[in-house]
Nanobody
Framework: QLQASGGGLVEAGGSLRLSCAASGRTLSSYTLGWFRQAPGKEREFVSAMRWRGGAAATADSVKGRFTISRDNAKNTVYLQMNNLKPEDTATYYC???????????????????WGQGTQVTVSS
């Protein structure tokens, strides 16, 4: 089970840190990803990383502003979001999957487990 949290309302230029805590399984063999979906739009990839390290991917739209990281002890993956823009407004979802090759890290159907989503709203 994945539990996402940390969303909220923030002004443009502000920061938020999203958390995704995993329970019921260890994540050592998984790829963890963040996706987002704005109203009326398709779900889009944000960032992903292999829990063991060695591979990561980030969407161009957030590169240099968003950073994915993990805490082994807490079995939690984070998305640090800085310099937020109104176009970042969306529901953010964390996901986990096994056996995901690097070229598929940005593909939502490659992931097996999804969190419930956390809302991020950026005001202008």
């Amino acid at each position: 089970q994945l539990q996402a949290s940390g969303g909220g309302l923030v002004e443009a230029g502000g920061s938020l840190r999203l958390s995704c805590a995993a329970s019921g399984r260890t994540l050592s063999s998984y790829t963890l990803g963040w996706f987002r979906q704005a109203p009326g739009k398709e779900r889009e990839f944000v960032s992903a990383m292999r829990w063991r390290g060695g591979a990561a991917a980030t969407a161009d739209s957030v590169k240099g502003r968003f950073t994915i990281s993990r805490d082994n002890a807490k079995n939690t993956v984070y998305l640090q979001m800085n310099n937020l823009k109104p176009e970042d407004t969306a529901t953010y979802y964390c996901a986990a999957g096994s056996g995901i090759i690097i070229s598929s890290m940005s593909t939502s159907r490659a992931y097996d487990y999804w969190g419930q989503g956390t809302q991020v709203t950026v005001s202008s």
